[in-house]
């Protein structure tokens, strides 16, 4: 989640599907179409990526 530039709360996320930055507080209603490829190589998505399955517990694969 990113902080929404419309309504200030940190619930702006990024819908791959559709294609679009939505905020997610329902009295706001923001909403930007966005170039998905362009948007992770400007946000640099993956370290947050990585850091979320740590903090899921997902942070180590067993070999077996």
Do not use: Q
Not at 29 to 56: Q, R, T
């Amino acid at each position: 989640m990113e902080k929404c530039p419309k309504c200030g709360r940190w619930t702006l996320a990024l819908n791959i599907r559709r294609k679009v930055l939505s905020c997610h507080n329902v009295e706001c209603g923001y909403e930007e179409i966005v170039n998905v490829d362009e948007y992770l190589d400007n946000h640099n998505i993956l370290p947050k990526l990585v850091a979320s399955l740590k903090l899921n517990g997902y942070g180590s694969v067993k070999k077996g």
